[in-house]
Structure formats: C-alpha cells, structure tokens
C-alpha cells in the first residue's frame, strides 16, 4: 500500500514539454472583438426561432478571474468540454484565451480541434484520454491525454516510441472517485519513471467525487491521498480541484485547478449564495393565450386540472430544446417557472417535445399576449432554478441547450 514513509520520492527530469505552473492573469485591458472567424450569431434566424439564447461571454470571463483570484497562487484552467458546457465551445474558448487561460481541458479529440481553432498557443487535454489508434490525431493538433489505465499507457509510449513525438500527457491517478484513473498503489510503482529524461508526465491529477458537499469525510480522505502521491512525483505539477474543490482552500488546489460548471454560472457552493455571474438569458415568446375553465385539464395525461377559471399562455419551447420534461407540473407537484409582464408564472401541465403552458392569470391581460416575451433562464431564475425544477443539477441543464435557439453572444 501507498505510504510516504516508505517511499523514497524521486525528483522529476527537466521536461523541456512542461511549463511550470504561473499565478493567473490580473485583469487587464482587452480587445473590443472576438477573432473574426468566431461568429457572434447562431442558430436559427431569431424570427423563426422559438426562443432566444443570450450568453455572455464577459460574465464567464469574469468568473474564471474571480476563480483564480480565489486559487492563487495556482494557475486557473478553463474546462470547456461538452460544447463549452452548451454554451458554444469556439466562442467561450476564445474569449477566454483572449482573456489570458493558458490551458483547457475538453472531453474528445473532436472538441479539442474545435477549440484549437481559436486557442492556437494553448495547453489543451482531453479529459476521456487516448482511445485506441489515435495517438497521430494527439500530435497533429498538439493535445495531451489524460492517461488513466496502465494499457492505455503503454499504448501512448509505443505511439510516442514509434512516431518519435515528444508530445506530454496528464497521468489521471484515482483517489476515490472509482471512475478513471490508475490505483495510487500503480502510481507508486511507477513514480521512478519521472527520473527519465523524456517522461513525458507534463501533469499530475486526480478527481474529487464529493467537492459540492464540502464535510463529506471522501474529500479529507481524497485530499491527502492525492498529496501523498504528490509527494512522489515532485516537480510534476498537480491538478485536483474542480469548481467546488476551489472552494476547499488552499490543500485541495495544488498548482492548477480547472473549474467547469462554475465558469458557466452554475453554484459552486450549494447551499449558500451563489458567487458566479449569471452567463445565460433565454427568452421566448407567447404563440397564444388560452381561457380555460375550471376543472380543465392542460396538458398529456391530463394530470393539471385548473382549480379556477384561468388563462393559459403557450410557448414554443420544449424538452426537445433542454428545458427537461421533469420541471412539468400536475395537481401534486409545481413544476418549473417563467417570468412574464415581470412575474413569477408557474407552468401548467407536462412538458411537451415542442410546448409549455403557463398559467399566466395574475398578469395583466395587457402584459401577456401573443408575441409578448417570456424569459425562462434569467431576471432572477437561474440555472440552478430550472435544474431543481427539473429534479436535476446545472450541468444537466447547461448541456441539453438547443440548437433550435437563436444565440446570440455578448462581449465587449
């Protein structure tokens, strides 16, 4: 077993593929523009969309700052996998490298060429690692794997002995979570290999399973783990801090975290109040206003009866656009919101593929008619709003964002 007694930890060869970690960039002046080939308009024409989704590429900057302002002396990455957390993985990876992040992790090499294209001079890993035959894909766009298995290892050094490429990867060690990751007593065992010339361990990282739940004993547990196998590996930094993990302090940071969720607005602290910038605002608009009596029912399966004469505003909006199927409302439960004419609506009935009806009855006839806007993330219902609507989190919501939308992108 893993013991720093028993262990003698060897020193790290200079890798000339490794740059030490940096304190993050102070804020600082910066262009009026996004590079001209990133387009600042998505999507559908915003007449024929059903909704529109405004993301604002300062607030996520501003937040990955006010994170590593949090982390310093560690160097703040950007995770930007899964389509930028679906807020637009090209335009949120070059507003941030404009802003100064110097590495990005992303999930696949198909991300990872998609954020290339505007993070030129970036350090970029892929989260899910080297899937088999890949190795020559990893060099031609100069990206790192995230190795986690001791196969998938030899595989990369017989690319790199073969192919002559001295490209650097993140050797993932699991420190709980179960998921990825070689076992801290595989880590042991191959911590020599750092004595090497061209190791090419360029980082050091695990995962923390629980960081949103900040007593739960797995995160002391995996916290001083993770600094034991540290302590084999010196002169490798090391990465363990998610979103949440930046909110540990100062043991669970090491040299560079890599907030996700966070950057995007989602709450790092569940809890308590939420210390990120609101990033998106999706509205959409009234197709029609409905009277209906008391004791109709709205909706598939007929499980919201109206328990007094009402009126019932329609959107063309669906969970085929992300807003889940879950947040629907029946007589038991509330289900999700909307603001219209300036006021909390609850919707009424399910969900549809397409559709959600609104009880909009307490608004003024005159400030919920056909065409009038309906704001459904935003002017105080966040994502984390419509993720508990939907029995869900805010990743969940973040990443099922429509392509139906019309986007439009804010910076200045």
């Known amino acids: ?119 030129k001079d970036a350090t ?3 989260l899910c690692g080297l899937l088999p035959g890949t190795g020559q894909a990893f060099a031609d766009l100069d990206v790192r794997p995230c190795i986690g298995g001791l196969i998938e290892l030899a595989e990369w050094d017989a690319f790199v002995a073969q192919s002559g490429w001295r490209g650097s990867f993140a050797l993932h060690v699991d420190t709980g979570m179960n998921r990825l990751g070689i076992t801290p007593d595989e880590a042991a065992a191959m911590a020599g290999r750092i004595r090497a010339e061209r190791h090419g361990i360029a980082l050091l990282m695990s995962h923390l399973a629980c960081a949103d739940t900040p007593q739960h004993p797995l995160n002391e547990r995996q916290i001083a783990l993770f600094r034991d196998i540290r302590l084999l590996y010196r002169g490798i930094p090391a990465s363990l801090a998610n979103s949440s993990g930046i909110f540990l302090g100062g043991p669970a940071h090491g040299d560079l975290v890599r907030p996700g969720a966070a950057l995007y607005g989602v709450n790092p602290t569940p809890g308590h109040d939420n210390p990120m910038q609101p990033v998106l605002t999706l509205a959409t608009r009234i197709l029609l206003v409905r009277d209906v009596a008391r004791g109709d029912t709205v909706g598939y399966g007929a499980g919201w009866t109206a328990r007094k004469a009402c009126r019932i505003a329609v959107v063309p909006v669906g969970y085929a656009d992300g807003i889940l199927r879950a947040g629907g409302a029946d007589d038991r ?53 419509v993720a508990a609507a939907g029995k869900t989190i805010g990743y969940e919501v973040l990443t099922q964002l429509s392509r139906r939308y019309h986007r439009i992108y804010r910076a200045t």
Not at 9 to 15: D, F, I, R, Y
Not at 352 to 372: C, F, K, N, Q, Y
């Open 333 to 385: 439960l509330p289900g999700g919101e909307a603001i219209v004419g300036g006021k909390r609506c609850r919707f009424a009935g399910r969900i549809s593929m397409d559709l959600i009806a609104i009880d909009v009855s307490d608004v003024p006839e005159t400030s919920a008619r056909r065409g009038d806007s309906v704001t459904l993330i935003g002017d105080g219902i966040d994502i984390d709003d």
């Open 124 to 126: 970029i890993y892929v």
């Open 1 to 119: 077993m893993l013991t720093t007694a028993s262990k003698t930890a060897p020193t790290a060869a200079p890798n000339p593929d490794i740059s030490p970690p940096e304190t993050p960039q102070p804020d600082v002046p910066q262009p009026d523009a996004l590079q001209p080939d990133v387009p600042m308009v998505a999507g559908p024409p915003q007449a024929e969309a059903g909704a529109i989704l405004t993301v604002d590429l300062d607030a996520i900057v501003a937040n990955w700052r006010a994170l590593g302002r949090r982390a310093m002396p560690a160097e703040c990455a950007a995770v930007v996998k899964a389509d930028g957390y679906g807020c637009g993985i090209a335009q949120v990876g070059a507003a941030l490298a404009r802003a100064g992040c110097r590495t990005f992790f992303v999930a696949d090499l198909n991300e990872a060429r998609r954020l290339r294209a505007v993070a």
